[in-house]
């Protein structure tokens, strides 16, 4: 349980609010020890705290932490992990057409712009009926309702943050129905932490009113061969910005 010192004016309150949580790793535990998984990326991997719960239940798996810098590389390297450092907005992830069985993404799009370019080299990497594991803020949960309600931004989108994107439940269901409904389908969601909670009573919310919960996570299958649809898209749809769709 992390105690978080809050301090408002004159006087302070102490929030007992486990901030590990909004991470959902609880919910990867009870998915990832299901499935067959010889090879795994995390995107975004950090200092490798998802790959180790693979890890714990397939430990002959090949796991591979993709972030922009190698600052984490001796870490990971003790857990098993094989390092990679590239530009995952630009830059080809470095593995064969249909050769991984599960991509996490946790908390790493809504850093992001080239939605597209990423969603197509994960569904070009995975095999068919593997998974992306995707984890995200939710812009419409309760705490970000009652605040935009009384003109207050939401937590997970201020101007001063790391994060450029927002995603709801039905906004994500409708990105990958419109674009991907032919190779892919959300098999899943979750959700995880409900501010202003402890952990016992923000994961009995966040079980029963998961789309009020801080964060949402989606398990969607690749059912059939992808296509490049997620490079088609904006190539089609009149989006007026320039997304990135690489070289072919």
Known sequence: ??????????????TMVDHTETY??????????YINVDKCID?????????????????????????????????????GVEPIALDIEKDKLPFEDDSIDIVIANQVFEHTKEIFWIN??????LKQ???????????????????????????????????????SKRDVKSFYKNIGNEFCTVEKIY????????KSIARLLANIFPNLAVSSFYVIRKKHQYKGEFLE????????????????
């Not at 959902?24 to 020890?33: A, E, I, P, S």
């Not at 190539?235 to 690489?246: M, P």
Request: aromatic content about 14%; overall charge positive; some cysteine.
């Open 129 to 167: 009926d593997g998974f992306l594991f995707l984890g995200v803020p939710n812009v419409l949960s309760l705490h970000n309702r009652i605040l935009m309600l009384f003109g207050f931004h939401p937590t997970c989108n201020k101007s001063t943050s790391a994060h450029i994107r927002v995603f």
């Open 24 to 33: 959902g790793r609880h919910h990867l535990d009870k998915f990832v020890q």
């Open 233 to 248: 898209w904006p190539k089609h749809a009149s989006l007026e910005t320039n997304y990135f769709i690489g070289s072919y």
């Open 191 to 198: 959700g995880a932490q409900f501010y202003p909670f402890p």
């Open 43 to 79: 995107i975004g991997c950090g200092g490798g705290a998802d790959l180790s719960i693979v890890k714990k239940y397939h430990n002959s798996a090949k796991l591979y932490g993709i972030d922009f810098g190698l600052w984490n590389n001796t870490k990971l390297q003790s857990l």
């Open 1 to 14: 349980m992390i105690y978080k010192k809050v301090i408002t004016g004159s006087t302070s309150r102490l």
């Open 120 to 125: 197509h080299e994960i569904f070009r990497c």
